[in-house]
Every structure is written in structure tokens, then in C-alpha cells.
């Protein structure tokens, strides 16, 4: 398939404010895509008209209304945020993009596709026998000016750049590392979950990897923001009590929710400010053990000014 010929979108299921969803949805645009499928988890009046007005972008709010009409929820709202999203990511792989993109990409507000190339020609290149193709993620330095990422660690690495706390941190990363998957339109089985598609029981089919491509994650902004999500992460996120360790519990893996959990009943508020300190906070100690474990990236995303160029007339 041609570059000119190939349309991607992105589908994303969001409970944010109007900055973030704005920012998100402009750099995508300024990305190349063709379109976008927002679903808002909670109404947000103040994106909703910047949103609806844009020709490339389709929002819709999933109200009580929304979901009484959805029978793969039976009418319902789930409760659980995960299936909200893979529920909604299906919907519009089957119901929106189909005919309209040829390929689609699930991902969350606080992830920013980024590429040296253009990613229609990148994507025009996978053979056709390729029918999802993963992104791998970066994660974001907490608190600078946003443009220092960590990538993907090995074990050694991982103990270099983050000491005691690295042997625990799966790839050296806080949230996830499996990256999200584009998918090819027009498999009619599929279904999307958070980092994975099925098509009946076969998990990514036909997955081929985007070596050239990054998902840069903001899993924390800052010490502030990543202490007031943190008890959610504990219970309902990607802290949660049943994720395995990372390493085998005979060779003294923890979970992070053990780790995380222990550090705040043996320290309080300190322990868990002391490990955000030594695994993400950014600043020239942990920029420079990134630096000679050769985990620092630089991605300068400009996120405000594309924001401002896409959606000129919000605040």
C-alpha cells in the first residue's frame, strides 16, 4: 500500500481536563493522523466543542445514555476502567474506522506517538501478513520541562540506574512496558484489550514491531501528581496487588505493590518520596545514571505550541 494511500487513527478512552485531552488529541493531529476516536469517561465541557468542531476528530461522551445502548456491556457501565476502555477501543475499530483508517492505535491520553518518519510511510511498509504492530513505550522524567524519557532496561542497567529499587522495577519503569498496538482494520473478530487485540482466541495476530517508533508515556508529572494517584494505582491501577514481580519469588521478587506498600508503612510519605526520588524524578543525578546506562532519551514534543497551532481559540 502506497504512504499517500494509508490513513491511521488513534482511539482513546479519556478522564482528563480539557488541557491534556486538547494537548493529546493536537499532537496526534500534528502527527499525521486521520483520525481520532475520543471517548470521554466524564464530560469535559471545556474540550467537548474544541473537539467536536475539529473535522478529523469524532468525541463522543459515555454517559448513562451511551451505555444503556451498548449491548457488549449489556447496558451497563463497567465498572472496572480497563474494560471501559477495550469496550470502547472495539466499538470504534468495528463501527467508526472501519472504511475510514487502515489502521488504528489504542492508547491513553498520557501517551504521544513519536517518529523520525512519517508513520503512514512507516506503516505502508509492514507486509501484509502483519496485522498489529506494537509500539514500545518510553517513560517520562517527572517534573522538568518534559523532554527526558527513560527507555526499556536489562537487568544490569535496571541495578545501575536505579540501584536497590532497580532489581523491582520491571524494565526499570513504573508503569507498563509492553508498549500499545496499531492494528490493521477490517479483522471482524477482533477485539481490542489495553496492550494487546484478539481475533477469537489467537492473541496479535500477525504482530510485527515498530522499532522505529516510541510511545512516550507521562505516567507522572510530578511529585505532587504521582502522590495523588498513587493510592488508585495501589487498588485499581498499574500498582495493583494481583501484577506479578518481576522477578521469580524464589529469587526474592517482590511486586510493586509489596515494594510500594512496605515503603509506606516502614516510612511513611518519606520512603515513597525517597524511591519517586531515585527512579523518576528528573534531575542531573538520575539524567546522569541514565546517561551511562545508556537509558536517556531526548524527545523535544512541544506539546504547548502544537496545542496553541491546533486549537488556537482555547484557553
Known amino acids: 500500500m502506497a504512504q499517500q494511500q494509508v490513513k491511521w487513527g488513534i482511539v482513546s478512552t479519556i478522564k482528563a481536563g480539557a488541557e491534556d485531552i486538547l494537548r493529546f488529541a493536537a499532537h496526534h493531529l500534528e502527527m499525521g493522523a486521520h483520525r481520532l476516536y475520543l471517548y470521554l469517561d466524564a464530560p469535559c465541557p471545556d474540550a467537548f466543542g474544541h473537539l467536536k468542531a475539529h473535522p478529523k476528530i469524532r468525541v463522543i461522551t459515555c454517559d448513562d445514555t451511551y451505555w444503556g445502548k451498548q449491548g457488549r456491556t449489556k447496558g ?70 518534559g523532554s527526558a524519557f527513560k527507555t526499556l532496561a536489562d537487568e544490569t542497567a535496571s541495578a545501575a540506574a536505579y540501584g536497590p529499587f532497580g532489581a523491582d522495577l520491571r524494565g526499570g519503569f513504573l508503569s507498563h512496558t509492553q508498549g500499545k498496538l496499531f492494528v490493521r482494520c477490517g479483522q471482524p473478530r477482533l477485539e481490542f484489550r489495553i496492550h494487546n487485540a484478539f481475533v477469537d482466541d489467537s492473541p496479535n495476530p500477525g504482530q510485527a514491531e515498530l522499532d522505529q517508533m516510541e510511545l512516550c508515556h507521562f505516567h507522572a508529572q510530578n511529585w505532587d501528581s504521582w502522590l495523588a494517584h498513587y493510592q488508585y494505582r495501589l487498588r485499581k491501577g498499574s500498582y495493583r496487588a494481583e501484577l506479578k514481580p518481576t522477578r521469580a519469588r524464589q529469587a526474592g521478587g517482590i511486586t510493586m505493590h509489596e515494594l510500594l506498600s512496605t515503603l509506606e508503612r516502614e516510612e511513611g510519605t518519606a520512603g515513597l518520596r525517597r524511591f519517586f526520588e531515585a527512579v523518576c524524578a528528573d534531575g542531573p543525578a538520575l539524567r546522569e545514571r541514565l546517561d551511562a546506562a545508556g537509558l536517556l532519551r531526548i524527545r523535544q514534543l512541544g506539546l504547548g505550541a502544537t496545542r496553541q497551532k491546533h486549537f488556537p481559540s482555547s484557553p
Open 76 to 145: 451497563r457501565r463497567p465498572a472496572k476502567h480497563q474494560v471501559r476502555q477495550s469496550a470502547n477501543a472495539t466499538r470504534a475499530y468495528h463501527r467508526q474506522a472501519a472504511g475510514d483508517v487502515d489502521w488504528l492505535l489504542h492508547c491513553d491520553v498520557d501517551e504521544f506517538l513519536w517518529s523520525p518518519d512519517p508513520v503512514a510511510a512507516t506503516l505502508a511498509e509492514l507486509p501484509q501478513e502483519a496485522l498489529c504492530a506494537r509500539v514500545r513505550p518510553l517513560e517520562a522524567l517527572a517534573g522538568g520541562d
